[in-house]
Structure formats: C-alpha cells, structure tokens
C-alpha cells in the first residue's frame, strides 16, 4: 500500500480505508492493541487526537510496535505540536483548523498533512498556499455533504476527508461525493469500549467498513 512519501496523504488513507479513525486513548495501554484491533478488521490506520497527556507517547508506541498501521497525529492546534507529533513519529498530521502560523509549522515537520476547513474561503485560503488536500471540520455542523456537493464545482481542486458528526447512516453520501476521498469518524473506537478492553469490539466495528467501500 501506498505511503504519504509515496503519493498524496488522502490517496494514502484511502487505499488503506474510506474511514479514519479518529482515536482518543486515555490510557497508554490502549495504545498498542486498539492499533492492532482496527489493523485485524481490515483497517490500518490510526488518527490518535492530541487531547489527552499519554497521547504523544500513544503515538510513539503505535509507531515503534504496529509498523503495518499508519499512524498520525491529530487535533494539531499549536505550532509546536507539530513538531513534538513528528518526533513521537506520527506519519501525517491533522487539524482543526489553519492559521499562517500553524501551517508553515505543519509544512516545515516535511509529513503529509490535512488543514482543517470550515467555509469556502478557509478553503481558498488553504489553495493560495499550495496545499488542495484537507480536512472539513465541523463536518456536519458546517454543511454537511450538501455543503462539499456545492463546493465541488466553483472550487473542483480541493478534496476533503469530513470529520465531526459523521456517522454510519451518513457516510457513505460523504463518499460518493467526487471531492471526498475518505471520511474521519469516531465511532469504531467508542472510549467506553477501549476503557473495558474489548479490542474484539473494535475490530467488528471496524470489518463493517466493508460496507462502505465503493
């Protein structure tokens, strides 16, 4: 499979999968086996948000122990998260949003990564810098999949992996959508399931992609 070196990050998470997890461990030991527990269902890769004091480590875990996963950062607000995501070797990074400072750090770790957007001039602002890959955030709050089906046409360079509210009963009219490449959702790692351990939850959550797939 393809790597972000090796094509671009969006092309990369989706030849793995149409949905990113987006992970919050509160525990190191979540770390390692809910990245093997999604690798198991057929879906290797893990957005660990940067929302909680282990997650750093988390990522640095996931990276060292589960080669076969491809692990970013996500939930990038700071400059400097940037940099310490890139040091814990997280392979991409994702934010929330994208200010000139944020990007340029973002732009110097040298990883693929997804600015987040939340209206047609964030997104035409993020274009005038170069990058026409990123991350609709709040997805659904900020339009939804009727909001990117209007964007495409005025605005056809830029694609999008939507994040925030998207679910099961939603997702797939995210992705049929040409300027969509693949989706970020939480639900196939609920924090009550990886509080209790159950990584075999995890990976039936996660072999029901398959009904995503085009």
Request: aromatic share 4%; with cysteine.
């Amino acid at each position: 499979m393809p790597s972000p070196s090796e094509s671009s990050v969006l092309d990369a998470l989706a030849a793995r999968t149409p949905v990113v997890p987006v992970v919050v461990v509160d525990e190191l030991d979540q770390a390692v086996p809910v990245a093997r527990a999604l690798a198991a269902g057929g879906v290797p890769v893990v957005e660990l948000t940067l929302r909680t004091p282990v997650a750093l480590d988390a990522v640095r875990a996931i990276a060292a122990e589960v080669p076969e996963v491809l692990v970013g950062a996500g939930t990038i607000v700071t400059p400097g998260q940037a940099e310490q995501a890139r040091a814990a070797g997280a392979q991409f990074l994702v934010s929330p949003g994208a200010t000139p400072a944020l990007l340029a750090a973002m732009t110097d770790t040298g990883l693929p990564f997804l600015p987040g957007t939340a209206t047609v001039s964030e997104v035409l602002a993020v274009l005038e810098t170069g990058h026409d890959e990123m991350k609709l955030f709040p997805a659904e709050a900020s339009g939804g999949a009727a909001f990117l089906s209007s964007v495409a046409s005025p605005v056809p360079a830029a694609r999008f992996c939507p994040t925030g509210g998207v679910t099961p009963a939603n997702a797939a009219a995210y992705l049929r959508l040409p300027n969509v490449a693949c989706v970020g959702g939480t639900w196939l790692t609920p924090r009550d399931v990886l509080a209790a351990g159950d990584w075999a939850r995890v990976t039936e959550l996660a072999r029901a992609v398959d009904d995503l797939r085009a």
